[in-house]
């Protein structure tokens, strides 16, 4: 068995969004830090949103007003640090006298009670209202404010049921999940932290100024021990299990497990903005352009057992997205049309809410030192966020902390993304100049991935064949090497799943031949 002998300052389990975005902030202060996760970094939940950067315009019914400021101000500012994989969208929502809305918030309690005669429904001046307030509570500087559509004869209307003629258009913002993941992860390394993807907490040992943390390596079966002043439990679903076992931390606070199911289709329309659906259920789902020639429709809220058990899309949960979306789309979609599915567990905190739906995407960090050195558990956030959890986290350990440096994150750009929000279509075209090989989907999948860090992936590369070997899909053997020496991957998925979604265009045999490629190499 290794052991470590130096007492680090934070040990983080965990490495979705919360515990890299995390391990990034402590690193940046000067601290040290080690992150353990069990399986490949941003491999659970924080790959498998619905990718976006928003407010939560429905958690304006709840009266959830500090939530929605907070991630509606977090949007730009994260906006700015990674224009290559976050950019700004326009979302389409439909409207028709007859919509029902939530039943059990309080805002339909009110509606209730002064306007009984409505019987669930939103009169168009109330929906307007709050989309006033989603344009001000979070004081937009980039982002478009909320415009009235009248939907026949437009790009926007074409793909929908005739019935619906008048919408709503709004901001909100794309990301690609897992890479964000990745870049801060990336980022926490180069300012000091040591990263361990497939290392899995075993167990610890509590004393008065510091834990003992053994881990072992999911890939050589090697144990190591590690000493930290504080433990962070940043495990997302596993969050809870972790409290009542590797950790055995006294705390009444608990996760709420529920799991998210998308459907990718074939392209629907030919525009590049997003629908907000409202449902007969009282839930919205939304129908979101997807790497160029494919649509995203979810998401579901449907209770989740065990965080041990891998979440999939079932098919009563695909034909209830089928259904919702048919509801809205001029021609009906069938499960021929869906290209792949992915389900996540999100782990939420438990303020029990009567449903999945109702419960708080707020985040709970409980602090525990009682009994001995401290530990952090994070329960329940939202991707939008991550980097204020990361700031209150600190916040939070800040007595205990040997230095004590300020929040800083803001502003700063993750790796790629030093450049304007606006200027993503000149780099692209100067990315094609010095590469001339490059077509222009490759060129964008590229700056999309990587920003300004494409040049370093590309090298001294003069044609296609200075890359080497060609998977499909314009992925090739340096871009794969970059992603196993820079950015933690280890196998096929990782690469195709993950830092990239070029699953959707490879087949299964190319898939199997890149596995084994990377099999050979690591």
Not at 35 to 60: P, V
Request: charge should be negative.
């Amino acid at each position: 068995m290794a052991s470590t002998d130096d007492i680090i300052d934070l040990f983080i389990i965990g490495g979705g969004i919360n515990g890299c975005g995390v391990a990034r902030d402590a690193a940046g202060r000067g601290l040290s830090v080690t992150l353990a996760e069990m399986h490949d970094i941003g491999g659970a939940t924080s790959s498998a949103s619905t990718k976006l950067f928003h407010g939560g315009l429905r958690y304006l019914e709840y009266f959830d007003i500090r939530l929605v400021r907070e991630a509606l101000i977090e949007r730009e500012v994260l906006l700015r640090a990674m224009p290559h994989i976050s950019w700004p969208m326009r979302f389409v929502l439909p409207y028709h006298k007859d919509m029902r809305f939530e039943g059990d918030t309080p805002t339909s309690k009110l509606l209730s009670f002064a306007m009984p005669w409505m019987k669930g429904r939103r009169p168009a001046w109330l929906i307007r209202l709050g989309l006033f307030l989603y344009d001000t509570l979070g004081g937009r500087q980039i982002l478009p404010g909320t415009e009235t559509l009248a939907l026949p004869g437009t790009a926007e209307g074409q793909p929908l049921d005739p019935k619906f003629t008048r919408a709503y258009e709004y901001s909100d913002c794309w990301v690609e999940d897992a890479r964000l993941v990745v870049l801060n992860a990336r980022d926490a390394q180069a300012r000091g932290a040591s990263i361990l993807p497939r290392t899995k907490v075993v167990a610890t040992a509590r004393h008065a100024d510091h834990w003992i943390i053994r881990t072992e390596d999911s890939r050589t079966g090697q144990t190591t021990l590690h000493k930290a002043r504080i433990v962070v439990n940043a495990a997302g679903p596993w969050v809870g299990k972790l409290i009542d076992g590797a950790l055995d931390v006294n705390t009444a606070e608990k996760v709420r497990l529920v799991r998210g199911s998308h459907i990718v289709t074939r392209k629907l329309f030919d525009h590049d903005k997003a629908y907000f659906f409202q449902g007969t259920d009282e839930r919205i789902i939304f129908a979101i352009p997807y790497e160029t020639d494919f649509t995203l429709i979810g998401t579901t809220d449907a209770p989740h057992e065990d965080a041990d058990i891998r979440p999939v899309c079932s098919d009563a949960e695909m034909d209830y997205l089928i259904d919702f979306a048919n509801q809205y789309f001029r021609n009906d979609i069938t499960r021929d049309d869906v290209v792949w599915t992915y389900s996540g567990v999100r782990p939420l905190y438990d303020d029990g809410a009567r449903s999945a739906t109702a419960t708080t995407r707020e985040y709970v960090l409980k602090l525990n030192d009682a009994d001995g050195a401290p530990a952090l558990n994070i329960l329940g956030g939202k991707i939008t966020t991550y980097r204020r959890l990361a700031e209150a986290v600190m916040a939070k350990l800040d007595p205990h902390l040997p230095v004590h440096e300020p929040d800083w994150t803001a502003g700063v750009p993750l790796p790629g993304g030093d450049f304007a929000v606006d200027g993503v279509s000149g780099i692209i075209d100067k990315l094609q100049a010095d590469f001339p090989f490059l077509t222009p989907f490759w060129a964008n999948r590229l700056l999309r991935a990587y920003g300004t860090e494409s040049w370093d992936v590309l090298g001294d590369a003069c044609c296609e064949d200075d890359l080497g070997t060609a998977f499909g899909a314009t992925l090739t053997e340096r871009e794969v090497r970059w992603l196993i020496d820079k950015e933690f991957a280890m196998r096929a998925e990782d690469v195709v799943w993950r830092r990239s979604k070029l699953g959707l265009r490879m087949q299964k045999g190319e898939i199997e031949v890149l596995d084994n490629w990377i099999t050979r190499n690591l």
